[in-house]
């Protein structure tokens, strides 16, 4: 008589506790990656800033107010309250505006800027020698109008503005355009990036 071999069976009980413990696995990780329905907590993006970081001591989006004897330095496409003896303006730079990408990429290209004079009250001049462009070596640039442009008012009065496109031919790279109204030292200036890229 030749041996049978023996099958090897589980017991009941042990695949009943296997499947129980995986019952409970599987409801507790459903119930992990729900969030919670009501929590007395703000959404991360709402919560409070940690006490040990400063906080800040100008209010934000703002406009800054440039005057004789106090400069202001803001980005392109701020505008920036310009009080002088003989009125108030709100100015705004943008730009520049370069051609299109060419490969190689050329030492110098032509940047064009807007600037943009609003909300007059009494009289503002207005002189193209009164604007300066600098570039990241303290090189100085002074721009001309562009090919259409018209010629600027020497005065801009209460009721008016002046949207001027004004151009210069310089490096790729950061800079400053100022703007001297008083004819003094500048009153404002706004950082740009001359990118060719």
């Known amino acids: 008589m030749s041996a049978q071999p023996v099958a090897y069976r589980r017991p009941r009980s042990a695949l009943v506790v296997a499947m129980a413990l995986l019952s409970v696995a599987l409801v507790a990780c459903s119930s992990a990656a729900k969030p919670p329905q009501h929590s007395s907590e703000p959404p991360l993006g709402f919560r409070t800033l940690p006490a040990f970081l400063p906080t800040a001591s100008e209010p934000v989006d703002r406009v800054v107010t440039a005057s004789p004897g106090?400069?202001?330095?803001?980005?392109?496409?701020i505008g920036v309250q310009v009080d002088l003896p003989s009125g108030h303006v709100l100015a705004t730079v943008t730009g520049p505006k370069v051609p299109p990408f060419v490969s190689p990429p050329p030492p110098q290209v032509t940047a064009t800027f807007e600037i943009v004079l609003t909300h007059v009250s009494g009289t503002i001049p207005v002189r193209l020698s009164d604007i300066t462009i600098t570039d990241?070596?303290?090189r100085n640039f002074h721009p001309t109008l562009v090919s259409h442009e018209a010629p600027p008012p020497s005065t801009l009065t209460q009721g008016h503005m002046l949207n001027l496109e004004v151009t210069a031919v310089m490096p790729t790279g950061e800079g400053r355009l100022y703007w001297a109204p008083t004819q003094g030292a500048p009153m404002v200036g706004w950082d740009f990036v001359v990118e060719n890229d």
């Open 70 to 77: 106090h400069a202001q330095l803001a980005v392109q496409g």
């Open 136 to 138: 990241q070596l303290g």
